[in-house]
C-alpha cells in the first residue's frame, strides 16, 4: 500500500513539474482579428491628395502656380524619372517670389535617399547662390526638406505679416519656418 502511494505521489509530481515547463498559448489569430490589425494601419496616400492638402493649407497664401515637367524637374533638382513614381514641382510664374512646392513619390528606400540629397543639395546652393530679391533671402533660409512615409518633399512656402518683416533676422526666418510647419502638418493629418 506504501509503495503504491508513493507511486501515485511521485506520477503527481512529474504531472505538476511538467505542467510548470509547459509554454503558455495565445488564442489563434482569426481572419476577422487579422483584417483589423491590417485595417489600421494607414495607407499612403495619393499625391494628388497630398499635393492638395498642402495647397488647401496655405489658401490664399499659396503662390505657385507653374507646374514643372518631369525634364524641367530633372535639370532644377537634379531628380531622375527612374527614382519616383510621382513628383508634383511648382514655382510662381512671377520670380518676384521665392515660393516652390516639390513633392516627389519615392519608387523605393534607395530612391528616396537619392531624392532628399539631391533636394538637400538643392537647398544648399538655393543658400548660398541666392540671387533673390533681398526680401525674400530669409525666407529662403527657412526652406524646408520633409520626408514622410514615400515622400520628399521641399517647402519655401507661406507669408508672413510686414510688421514680423520688420524684425530681426532670426525672427524673420523663425516665422518663415513656422509656415512652412503648415506644409507638414498638412501631411502628417493625411496619415492618421
Known sequence: MKKKLIAMLIACLCVVEAASVVVPFSEPVTVEAATKKTSKKKKTPNLNKVYNAVKDAYGKDYIPNSKLSKDEVNARYGLKKEWYSGVVAELPMISVNADELVIVKAKSVDSKKKIKN????????????MHQYPANQLKVQASKVYVKGNYVCF????????????????????AYKKQNEKAVNAIKKLYK
Open 118 to 129: 539631391a533636394l538637400k543639395q538643392y537647398q544648399k546652393n538655393l543658400m548660398e547662390n
Open 155 to 174: 517647402f519655401v512656402l507661406g507669408s508672413i505679416d510686414s510688421k514680423t518683416e520688420q524684425k530681426s533676422d532670426e525672427k524673420v526666418i523663425a
